[in-house]
Structure formats: structure tokens, C-alpha cells
């Protein structure tokens, strides 16, 4: 189908958001956004395939509610944050998690080719209403692994766009990846890992579907 977002500039995404997600793995909860970065070679559409290379062992899943920013933002206070917001897209923020937690750092695990599929299409911030307020979810093969709502979040889509901009000028086309709840493959027992032939779904209540099969190289 191809990607129903413009290529960004940023790919922000904030680690640890959800204080459930946070408590499965052992962490502290996070003072401020924990941000990381992937890079825009991750980006497919929805129906392409998570195309999981020889050198990851520990593929996982992440549904997470994606804002894609309408205009250039610095230095934005939290009330006027979402005037920014062009509009929103489901995002499956695909970890390495042998690379992640290996290197020591994250940018690697997470910038794996094909590991960020968005879509099913990008939702206006007017249709959509508070992003406080959404259901979100990850099946894999039929099975619902995550299970949530965006009202969980430690910090909220505004505080987090508020946050960003006080240092990085956020321009249009960037997308926020705001992280992803409890449930997620390697905090399972056993883990719930992806590999080739799975089928994964994230669903953002009003954002509609995303689909990609899992393929292995």
C-alpha cells in the first residue's frame, strides 16, 4: 500500500511512557520523556514486511500511538502543544532487543531496516479529539498481547511535544513515537518473540488497523 506519511526528518520516540510497561521491566520511572531515535530507513506501510535480518534473535513488538507535527515548533508550552499536531497514525515500534540491550545504547536495536511500519493512514488531529483518550492494542496472529489506553501514559502527547521543542525544533513531517504499554514479547514468561510468518496488528481506536506480516532472512 505504501506509507501514508511524507518521510520525516525525526523519528523521536520516548522510551518507558507507560507506568506498566515500565514496572514489567524492572525500570524506574522515567523523570522526564526518555527519548531515542530511529531512523527513516525503518519506515514501510502497512502489508509490507517486518523483514527480520540473521544478526537479531530478539525481535519484539511495540504498539504506540505516532504524532506527526503540521508546523515548525520550538519552545512550545504544553497548552498550545497540540495546535502543532497535524494529525496521528498507529506505529509499531520494532525492537532488537538483543541489540538494543546489548550495545548499550538503543539507536541500533531500534533502526533496524523495516522495524517502524505506520499506518493505516494519517488521522487529522480535528477527527481524532483528545489522544489522552484512545484505546490501543497489539495482536499477533489473532492473539491480543497488549492492551491499553493512551490515558496511561506518564506523560501526555502534549507534555511530550512541549518537552522536545524546548531543545530540538520539531518541523513539519516529524513523527513523535510516544512508547508503548505492558505486554510487550520480552517481558513475557516465556518471552513471545516475532518470527517469520507472524502476523502483527496494532489497533488505535478512531486510527483504524495496521497489518505487516513477519518475514526472516
Wanted: charged share 25%.
Amino acid at each position: 500500500m505504501g506509507l501514508s506519511i511524507e518521510r520525516p526528518g525525526k523519528i523521536i520516540c520516548v522510551g518507558l511512557n507507560y507506568r506498566d510497561h515500565a514496572e514489567e521491566t524492572g525500570a524506574d520511572l522515567p523523570k522526564a520523556p526518555l527519548l531515542f531515535a530511529k531512523w527513516a530507513n525503518t519506515l514501510i506501510g502497512p502489508g509490507d514486511p517486518i523483514v527480520i535480518p540473521p544478526e537479531v534473535h530478539e525481535a519484539d513488538y511495540e504498539a504506540e500511538l505516532g504524532v506527526v507535527i503540521g508546523r515548525t515548533t520550538s519552545r512550545v508550552s504544553e497548552a498550545e502543544a497540540l495546535d502543532a499536531v497535524r494529525g496521528y497514525i498507529c506505529v509499531n515500534d520494532v525492537s532488537a532487543r538483543d541489540l538494543q540491550f546489548g550495545d548499550g545504547q538503543w539507536t541500533r536495536g531500534k533502526s533496524v531496516d523495516t522495524f517502524c511500519p505506520v499506518g493505516p493512514e494519517l488521522v487529522p488531529r480535528e477527527q481524532v479529539g483528545d489522544p489522552q483518550a484512545l484505546g490501543i492494542r497489539c495482536l499477533v496472529n489473532g492473539e491480543t498481547l497488549q492492551d491499553s489506553t493512551t490515558a496511561n501514559m506518564i506523560f501526555s502527547v502534549a507534555e511530550i511535544i512541549s518537552y522536545v521543542s524546548r531543545t530540538v525544533t520539531l518541523e513539519a513531517g516529524d513523527l513523535i513515537a510516544t512508547g508503548t504499554p505492558a505486554g510487550v514479547g520480552i517481558a513475557r514468561d516465556p518471552k513471545v518473540l516475532l518470527k517469520d510468518g507472524d502476523e502483527v496488528t496494532i489497533e488505535i481506536d478512531g486510527l483504524g488497523r495496521l497489518t505487516n506480516p513477519v518475514k526472516g532472512v
